[in-house]
């Protein structure tokens, strides 16, 4: 008889990641994808959405009381953001490992090979999103998508 085998390192976790409107425009998808499967992420749910500022307000409400929230939301409601979910055992800090530090111009100092120090501009404009905990993560993936017995379905109008 088998016992049922305990959390390990090995097993696949899921993270949020997000291409921002500045990683969108500055038409990084193609390549960000690329390190995406590079680095043995699966992709199992993506979409294209153009975010509103009562989404955005909703998603980043730990930051409304600072003063770069009006700023960010305008940033995050400027174009089209390409949302998915990656699959990989450590998912959560592998893929904040390889996006870098939230300050793009400190990203190209100390991290130059993150994605955010090869695609970010700056402090606010840094290209992408990855959730910072395994609970974070699964409350942004369930803030974006529903479940569904097909997987997640986007909750928000695709494009
Ligand atoms: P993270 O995206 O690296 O997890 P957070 O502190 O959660 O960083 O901030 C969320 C987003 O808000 C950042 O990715 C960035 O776009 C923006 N942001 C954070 N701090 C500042 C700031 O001091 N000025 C302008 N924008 C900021």
Same mark, same amino acid.
């Given at each position: 008889?088998?016992?049922?085998?305990?959390?390990?390192?090995?097993?696949?976790?899921?993270?949020?990641? #997000?291409?921002?409107?500045?990683?969108?425009?500055? /038409?990084?998808?193609?390549?960000?994808?690329?390190?995406?499967?590079?680095?043995?992420?699966?992709?199992? /749910?993506?979409?294209?959405? @153009?975010?509103?500022?009562?989404?955005?307000?909703?998603?980043?409400?730990?930051?409304?009381?600072?003063?770069?929230? +009006?700023?960010? %939301?305008?940033?995050?409601?400027?174009? +089209?953001?390409? #949302?998915? %979910?990656?699959?990989? &055992? /450590? &998912? %959560? &800090?592998?893929?904040?490992?390889?996006i870098?530090?939230?300050?793009? @111009?400190?990203?190209?100092?100390?991290?130059?090979?993150?994605?955010?120090a090869?695609?970010g501009?700056?402090? @606010?404009? /840094?290209?992408?999103?990855?959730?910072?905990? +395994?609970?974070?993560?699964?409350?942004?993936?369930?803030? $974006? $998508?529903?479940?569904?017995?097909?997987?997640?379905?986007?909750?928000?109008?695709?494009?």
């Amino acid at each position: 008889l088998q016992t049922c085998s305990a959390e390990s390192s090995t097993e696949k976790e899921l993270t949020f990641a #997000m291409i921002k409107p500045d990683g969108v425009s500055g /038409n990084y998808t193609t390549a960000i994808k690329k390190i995406i499967s590079e680095f043995g992420f699966g992709i199992t /749910n993506e979409t294209t959405v @153009q975010l509103d500022e009562e989404t955005v307000k909703d998603f980043y409400t730990e930051h409304s009381s600072r003063s770069f929230f +009006p700023g960010l %939301v305008r940033y995050m409601t400027s174009g +089209p953001v390409l #949302m998915m %979910v990656l699959e990989k &055992a /450590n &998912a %959560v &800090a592998d893929w904040r490992a390889l996006i870098g530090p939230t300050d793009a @111009q400190t990203a190209k100092v100390t991290h130059p090979h993150s994605i955010r120090a090869m695609c970010g501009l700056d402090l @606010q404009r /840094n290209c992408v999103h990855g959730s910072d905990s +395994p609970q974070s993560a699964l409350r942004e993936i369930a803030f $974006f $998508f529903e479940k569904s017995s097909l997987g997640f379905l986007p909750k928000h109008d695709e494009l």
